[in-house]
């Protein structure tokens, strides 16, 4: 059974930091490979961050060298931590996973290749 639960969203102002949490079902976290996207007000859904395969992880280009995702084992967690947030990084982020076979480069980002997602949690940066 596929369940994510996400957390840590919140109000920062430009520059702050704040971590999210995904928590899994033990099966999800096993099987699956997962990752971080988010959805602005009138825009797309977009990936942030997300597992190649490999042990790799592919950050969207906004966000590379500020966010880094992380896994924690004994937890069944995924984690995205945020620094420098910019008023460009307020949305609705969600945790979501798929089927583990390998997707190179950007493609881990793609919205399309995902078929499990959290409800999600909102990010607001102010300036």
């Known amino acids: 059974q596929v369940q994510l639960v996400e957390s840590g969203g919140g109000s920062v102002q430009a520059g702050g930091s704040l971590r999210l949490s995904c928590a899994a079902s033990?099966?999800?976290?096993?099987?699956?490979?997962m990752g971080w996207f988010r959805q602005a007000p009138g825009e797309e859904r977009e990936g942030v961050a997300a597992e190649e395969g490999h042990g790799i992880t592919n950050y969207a280009r906004s966000v590379e060298g500020r966010f880094t995702m992380s896994r924690d084992n004994a937890k069944n967690t995924l984690y995205l931590q945020m620094n420098s947030l910019n008023s460009e990084d307020t949305a609705m982020y969600y945790c979501a996973a798929r089927p583990p076979w390998g997707l190179p480069g950007i493609q881990a980002l793609g919205v399309e290749h995902y078929n499990y997602w959290g409800q999600g949690t909102q990010v607001t940066v102010s300036s």
């Open positions: 033990r099966y999800t976290y096993n099987n699956y490979y």
